[in-house]
């Protein structure tokens, strides 16, 4: 390679050193650099004073021969300022050239220009830059390698930490379950209630911290499903009682009950934001306040409103108080605290649903914080949670109030408007009526003994849950917040309306069931046993399909209330059997029959395949009876069923598996988990014999298929380390990653199987 002659250039460098600061001027003031250099908020002046004119210098050096091209240590820490500043390659290229353009139009301004003047500036800056690209490139390609090693470091510290959590937490509401199914007191199933519902709450946070760690930083999915926005609501304001309890605040509520029974929308995410209105709700009410929760829906909008009569917000700090890290300054006490991220989150959860937060408030007044969110509305769906006909031929009654307790009762009154009951007005106990209702804040202990000792059937309206009538028998209590549920099962109770119709041996408790035969499609025999036993526990009648084929089968020559379809069956899967099934129906002009997928796949955006894909609804493994619960409850018809429950303590064929917690996390008796783990314990060794055959000829699609079958049926038993496992084997099967290590995966599966089973 040839070298031109730098000669004329360096004779005339103390001329261009002279001319340093007009050619610095010319080269950050050139519209293209300042343009870039304003893009990336870099100051213009700074640029020039720390890095523009060692720059300059540095060039001057290699014109004098004291410096090498592209090895300046100025380079170095300007590539490494830029680097910070997120400078694309060709914004990079736009910079060097300009330096170029403007020592070459200095030349001609200063009257040195000429041929070998030009081709010599030519030649040392293309060679520069070369030198400048590569170290560019290099500290890119590092800062990329830096931010993989550390996207991976959070992965992997996220997945570990939430698998530490899960772990005690499964424990936690497993023991929860068996108590409230051993309890008959109803406070501690009340107190039980808002404990599972509280660990449950934090069960799904740590599951989407594991989802968004598998997601890229700033990507944020909402996972619309169907919901019932009446349970869903109560629950969360269940929660807050206790801190509204600890000063004296009372929660009053109306939901409206003409909101259809199901929505489809994020759920969880809706209850976040409810969350944290009652939060802050409750942390700037004054002692003995009252906070209100509004629900209602209209044209496919709903509305959810959490208003309460605190502190208020200044209308300088009612915009601000939705950015990152801001309170109101009124807001910012000892007894406040709080990170100012909470209605910055709400707000960025409300926009990504397509819904707005709005808000009312006034200093010393209070605060009306409003979600409006668009959601997509079930009208087959006719379900009540209140049944007026039981009440048609009841004379109500209710006690007189004091007027400083009116506000108490509007929420009933709403309530009894909506479903058109009469009550009336009494202000003596001595009234002709079926039942009486009072509030328990506006009598004196004479109205009382007098209610309790005529043996008046009546329901009481409590500020705080005590135990004062729980030996009364014709007294049933109702607290704060009053809703639909409560006050059914308040009034039921009362009345004698919640007796079971079904007769019962004596000490042979009644459980919940349903009505109905339900075909299954699972090719597990593990997992078929187990959907065999809930479904029994429940009263259900079932068909057994092992493929998609037979499930097809059974289905065009039975009658069936609801389809239970796993996704990934041999010979055809349940994606074909569903759009065969619902083909069927459509030329057959068959009523449609609720399908729902039965997947170990739940990654986000699974469940809103499966809905693509034809599925009404969608169950994940591990079964939660809970959730299988609230399938049943929406498309099929109740029922009482006699159950016994769980035998705790037995000894097991199973000594380094935590039985207790099986049981409770299944809730089946003792004898029906060692029957399943004996299947399980077989089928296993079976599938681990294929998946080795499958990973020695190296055959992708089987060994995605046998681990996605281990996975499934692994997660049913809460083996969470075997689940994981038999995951990372199927997703690298899925991508064909031909430098993982499948023979080791095997073994460290292997190993872990039989550290349970030996």
Request: net charge negative; charged share 25%; glycine share 6%.
């Amino acid at each position: 390679m040839s070298f031109p002659d730098i000669s004329s250039l360096y004779q005339a460098k103390s001329i261009l050193i002279n001319a340093k600061e007009s050619i610095l001027e010319e080269w950050t003031g050139a519209d293209v650099c300042s343009t870039i250099l304003m893009r990336h908020e870099i100051d213009i002046e700074f640029f020039k004073v720390n890095y523009a004119g060692s720059v300059f210098d540095y060039f001057m050096g290699v014109v004098s021969g004291h410096m090498a091209i592209g090895d300046c240590p100025v380079i170095a820490d300007l590539i490494d300022y830029l680097k910070n500043k997120e400078l694309r390659a060709d914004e990079l290229f736009s910079l060097c050239t300009h330096f170029k353009r403007s020592v070459i139009n200095a030349t001609y301004r200063l009257g040195i220009n000429d041929q070998t003047i030009f081709v010599s500036i030519s030649h040392l800056f293309d060679q520069n830059f070369s030198g400048v690209l590569k170290l560019y490139t290099d500290t890119i390609y590092q800062k990329e390698q830096e931010a993989i090693n550390a996207s991976k470091a959070k992965e992997y510290f996220l997945s570990n930490m939430s698998h530490e959590i899960r772990t005690p937490l499964n424990a936690i509401l497993g023991f929860v379950a068996l108590l409230r199914d051993e309890t008959t007191n109803p406070r501690y199933h009340q107190y039980l209630n808002i404990i599972s519902n509280s660990g449950e709450n934090l069960l799904h946070i740590i599951n989407d911290i594991l989802d968004f760690s598998k997601l890229r930083s700033g990507e944020f999915t909402i996972d619309p499903q169907p919901f019932n926005i009446h349970d869903e609501i109560s629950h969360t304001m269940e929660l807050f009682v206790p801190s509204a309890n600890s000063k004296s605040i009372t929660l009053t509520s109306f939901i409206d009950p003409s909101i259809p029974y199901e929505l489809v929308a994020d759920a969880l995410r809706i209850k976040q934001i409810v969350g944290n209105f009652l939060s802050n709700a409750i942390k700037f009410s004054h002692h003995g306040g009252v906070i209100h929760v509004e629900a209602g829906c209209s044209n496919g909008m709903l509305s959810l409103s959490v208003g309460d009569d605190g502190v208020g917000i200044a209308p300088a700090d009612q915009e601000r108080i939705f950015d990152a890290f801001s309170q109101a300054q009124e807001c910012i006490t000892k007894t406040s605290g709080g990170t100012g991220l909470g209605l910055s989150i709400c707000k960025q959860l409300a926009v990504h649903m397509g819904g707005t937060i709005e808000l009312d408030s006034s200093p010393s007044k209070g605060s009306l914080f409003t979600l409006k969110i668009p959601v997509t509305v079930n009208t087959e769906c006719s379900l009540s949670k209140f049944d007026v006909s039981m009440y048609e031929n009841i004379r109500f009654a209710l006690l007189n109030v004091g007027s400083e307790d009116h506000y108490k009762l509007d929420s009933l009154w709403k309530y009894w408007e909506h479903f058109g009951l009469e009550i009336n007005h009494v202000d003596s106990v001595e009234g002709d009526f079926d039942l009486l209702i009072f509030l328990e804040s506006s009598i004196d202990d004479t109205i009382r003994q007098t209610i309790i000792q005529r043996d008046i059937p009546a329901v009481v309206i409590l500020d705080f849950l005590d135990d004062r009538y729980d030996s009364v028998a014709k007294i049933a209590p109702l607290t704060f917040p009053i809703y639909c549920t409560k006050l059914h099962t308040a009034l039921s109770d009362v009345l004698g309306m919640n007796q079971l119709d079904s007769p019962q041996s004596e000490g042979t408790p009644g459980r919940h069931g349903f009505e109905g035969k339900v075909l299954v499609a699972e090719d597990n025999l593990a997992n078929q046993e187990l959907i065999k036993i809930i479904l029994e526990r429940y009263g259900l009648e079932y068909t057994i399909a092992s493929n998609g084929k037979e499930a097809v089968k059974y289905y065009q020559t039975g009658h069936y209330d609801m389809v239970l379809m796993d996704e990934q069956m041999p010979y055809m899967n349940g994606n074909e059997a569903t759009a065969t099934i619902l083909a069927y129906e459509e030329t057959e002009n068959r009523p449609h029959t609720p399908i729902v997928a039965l997947t170990a796949n739940v990654i986000k955006g699974a469940r809103e395949r499966s809905i693509q894909n034809g599925y009404d609804a969608f169950l994940g493994k591990p079964i939660v009876i809970k959730e299988i619960e609230q399938i049943f409850e929406r498309y099929l018809k109740s029922a009482s069923v006699l159950v016994s429950y769980p035998k705790i303590g037995e000894a097991s064929r199973w000594p380094n598996i935590d039985m207790r917690h099986l049981e409770s996390a299944l809730m089946l008796e003792t004898e029906q988990v060692e029957h399943l783990l004996g299947i399980y314990h077989k089928k296993m060794e079976s599938s681990l014999a294929e998946l080795k055959e499958a990973i020695e000829r190296k055959d992708y699609d089987d060994i995605a298929f046998v681990s996605h079958a281990i996975k499934g049926s692994s997660a049913n038993f809460r083996f969470e380390e075997l689940h994981r496992l038999s995951s990372v084997i199927e997703e690298s099967a899925h991508d064909k990653e031909a430098e993982f290590d499948f023979s080791e995966a095997y073994d460290v599966l292997l190993a872990e199987f039989t550290k349970r089973f030996e």
